[in-house]
């Protein structure tokens, strides 16, 4: 069974850090890319942030420089470190991973909420 489960998420101010995790089980973590996402009420799902499985890293343009993405394979667990946190980062963050062996097939965690107050 496969499960992605974040944990990390919560409220915090303006110009704050917080740290997401997501553990992975049931799948090749080793072999998968890794992806955050977010949706904030009212707008599409958007790529934040992705890791390769050699370690490769893509941000979005809006949390270039704030946002760093990482990733432990002997924990089969993927991290987003977030600082100078925004209110318009405010959405529910998502766990992605993309394992391709003979297709590509994608999972996703339930979701953490993150909440930046002014």
């Known amino acids: 069974q496969v499960q992605l489960v974040e944990s990390g998420g919560g409220l915090v101010q303006d110009g704050g850090s917080l740290r997401l995790s997501c553990a992975a089980s049931g799948i090749a973590f080793r072999i998968s890319t890794m992806n955050w996402y977010r949706q904030a009420p009212g707008k599409q799902r958007e790529l934040v942030a992705g890791?390769?499985?050699?370690?490769?890293?893509n941000y979005a343009d809006s949390v270039k420089g704030r946002f760093t993405i990482s990733r432990d394979n002997a924990k089969n667990t993927v991290y987003l470190q977030m600082n100078s946190l925004k209110p318009e980062d405010t959405a529910v963050y998502y766990c992605?991973?993309?394992?391709?062996?003979?297709?590509?097939?994608?999972?996703w965690g339930q979701g953490t909420q993150v909440t930046v107050s002014s």
């Open positions: 890791i390769t499985s050699s370690g490769g890293t």
């Open positions: 992605n991973a993309e394992v391709s062996i003979f297709s590509l097939i994608t999972y």
